[in-house]
């Protein structure tokens, strides 16, 4: 008989809070195909290039046909994914202003292939404006390359979240320490009690990047001006546009307060949702980059527990941006 803590791993249960899937020995399988869906949105939709014979930017993920999934055996993880893609795209040429139209088509993007022998296809609507079609196929080609990437990072980093689980000799703090890509896990204090530092939750960095067609000035005015924060929220709101002044917003479902302002460049949040653990607070920095008539506005919420990571990139997206488009939309056909 083997001496006590010397049997097979597969069987020595740690000193685990959960006791579960005793040092990841068992199979476990997510499906990752909602996930993914939303993922390949996200870093598609918006991507833009820009050239001397114009501006081209995707415009919507069109289809999707596919699945993808993660499973886990012997601690180790292993990932499936086959994708159908085609996005739409549009353009402008720069010299005489005319726009045109086209399609991105992506028919295997899988693990069985290298994003870069992955075939991508741009074709674009009849008519003028080859350049553009060109545009597309040399910089916007390696742009979706890119962003393909950016989903296979996340896809092996972010998603898989919680399915090795940490054992007692790694501890949470691995799950602290991983590095993704455009979600970063760290570990944050909670105030806890008088005689202890704290207790360390895992937490993630969301990374958004969001096309307005308004002047940074105006798209900065818009978290700035209490009016117009109420009408995009549809809900009364506290709205103290100064470094240290409170933000509520919501009927209450989220606060914070500004910690640095920097007029239609910059702010700075001090940022929370109602749910989250009392008195925990993501760092938010939104980044206004002026490019004449629209504004790329980049997007840092740091320190959201995980837990809430996808009620929070939803929050920004839905409650936030959408909104916002609408009442830049309304601003503009009222001036018309």
Request: proline share 3%; with cysteine; aromatic share 8%.
């Amino acid at each position: 008989m083997a001496k006590w803590g010397q049997g097979d791993p597969r069987w020595i249960v740690e000193e685990r809070a959960d006791a579960t899937n005793v040092n990841n020995w068992h199979w476990t399988e997510r499906d990752a195909t909602g996930w993914s869906k939303s993922k390949l949105k996200e870093v598609l939709v918006g991507l833009a290039v820009e050239g001397e014979a114009g501006r081209c930017e995707i415009s919507e993920l069109k289809q999707a046909e596919g699945e993808a999934s993660c499973s886990s055996r012997k601690g180790k993880l292993i990932f499936f994914y086959e994708w159908n893609l085609r996005l739409a795209w549009r353009g402008t040429v720069k010299e005489s202003g005319e726009k045109h139209k086209g399609s991105v088509e992506i028919p295997n993007l899988s693990e069985e292939n290298e994003v870069d022998d992955t075939e991508i296809n741009v074709s674009k609507k009849k008519g003028e404006g080859d350049v553009l079609k060109d545009l597309m196929r040399t910089e916007g080609t390696t742009k979706v390359r890119e962003a393909l990437r950016d989903y296979l990072k996340a896809l092996k980093t972010e998603f898989t979240l919680g399915m090795i689980l940490p054992t007692k000799a790694t501890g949470q703090d691995v799950a602290a320490e991983r590095k993704l890509s455009g979600n970063a896990v760290q570990a944050s204090v909670l105030p806890h009690s008088s005689d202890t530092v704290g207790v360390k939750i895992p937490t993630v960095k969301i990374l958004m990047r969001e096309i307005f067609n308004s002047p940074a000035d105006e798209l900065y005015s818009i978290f700035t001006t209490k009016e117009l924060v109420q009408k995009f929220s549809k809900c009364p709101a506290v709205i103290e546009a100064e470094k240290g002044g409170k933000l509520q917003m919501f009927d209450g479902c989220v606060s914070g307060e500004y910690a640095e302002l920097v007029p239609s460049q910059r702010i700075v949040l001090k940022w929370r949702c109602r749910n989250w653990p009392d008195e925990h607070y993501a760092t938010v920095t939104l980044n206004f980059n002026d490019m004449a008539a629209e504004t790329e506005l980049q997007l840092e919420c740091k320190g959201v527990p995980v837990s809430n990571e996808d009620s929070a990139r939803q929050c920004w997206k839905k409650q936030y941006f959408e909104e916002i488009r609408i009442l830049l939309q309304q601003s503009k056909d009222n001036m018309e």
